[in-house]
């Protein structure tokens, strides 16, 4: 190359530079074609914007070598679907074991995490490659946060706590007055062998202008039975202002209970007397007995 070629190309090299930092700016590739009138360079062009600088090929090339910083490099085999496993600093391959098609993850081996994993809007599906013998087997994390086939007390799958629920029921003047012959309906029947056990029963008196006169303490009884679950203390019904109260259980442990029965709030004697509305909130479960052996 002459003289006059290489003092023409010292002088384009921060120029150079310039257009290949402004091409990487808007994410172009600059095209390297020969110049029209000198052989020995070549034009080096932004088609975007029409910057244009001459070169020659090497210098270019050069050039781009230096500011290609912070490559990757691909190692083994890696195929279609396969997701990117780091084996050394800028070192990237691929795994059979461990691919994503844009529906499935596959993990062939083993999945260890030190904390939980959180499964949103989907299912869980779990193949194990060695199936536990006993039905008695579920599959949760060990010590070590690994995948691995525990023993369970129960042969069912576990369930959520979904079974506790609350229930509001307002017991008008009338109804309150006519417990005997009609019991009011708190809660529905559950099902077989399922059993609706009381947690707590809280009361809300909105009195009116006339308190009532209970004179026997107010029942939660199984509709059918007639075994008694919680008894209010009538005082609480026959105040004369608005007031909140508690409905107790039976006895602090022990007591008998009863399947597929729903349960039915009932008096002994009647009210004769009385125009406030009473609110009855229950927390509940329903328990199911349904267990296979």
């Known amino acids: 190359m002459s003289a006059r070629i290489d003092n023409q190309v010292s002088q384009n090299a921060s120029a150079i530079q310039t257009l290949i ?101 989907g299912v869980i599906d779990l193949t194990l490659s060695a199936v536990p013998t006993s039905s008695r087997a579920i599959v949760i994390p060990d010590e070590d946060g690994e995948l691995a086939t525990k023993e369970w007390i129960k042969s069912n799958p576990l369930s959520p706590v979904s079974s506790i629920r609350e229930v509001q029921v307002v017991v008008s003047p009338t109804q309150l007055k006519d417990l005997v012959a009609n019991p009011k309906s708190i809660i529905p029947a559950a099902g077989s062998l399922k059993v609706i056990k009381i947690i707590s029963i809280t009361g809300y008196l909105d009195y009116g202008t006339v308190a009532f006169d209970f004179v026997s303490e107010l029942k939660f009884q199984y509709e059918t039975s007639g075994i008694d679950i919680n008894i209010g203390t009538y005082a609480d019904w026959n105040q004369s202002t608005d007031y909140f109260f508690n409905i107790n259980k039976m006895a602090s442990s022990g007591g008998q209970l009863s399947a597929n029965e729903g349960v039915v709030l009932t008096v002994a004697t009647d009210a004769t007397v009385g125009d406030g509305y009473i609110t009855i909130v229950v927390l509940y479960a329903e328990q199911d007995f349904n267990i296979s052996a």
């Open 21 to 121: 930092d402004n091409a990487q700016s808007i994410n172009e590739m600059p095209v390297l074609s020969p110049a029209i009138d000198n052989a020995d360079l070549f034009v080096l062009q932004i088609t975007s914007t029409g910057q244009t600088v001459s070169c020659t090929a090497q210098q270019v090339m050069d050039l781009f070598e230096s500011t290609q910083t912070g490559l990757v490099v691909k190692v083994g085999t890696p195929v279609n679907n396969q997701i990117g496993i780091w084996t050394g600093d800028g070192t990237l391959e691929g795994d059979a074991k461990v691919t994503f098609d844009g529906t499935d993850f596959l993990v062939d081996g083993r999945i260890i995490t030190k904390s939980y994993c959180i499964f949103r809007n």
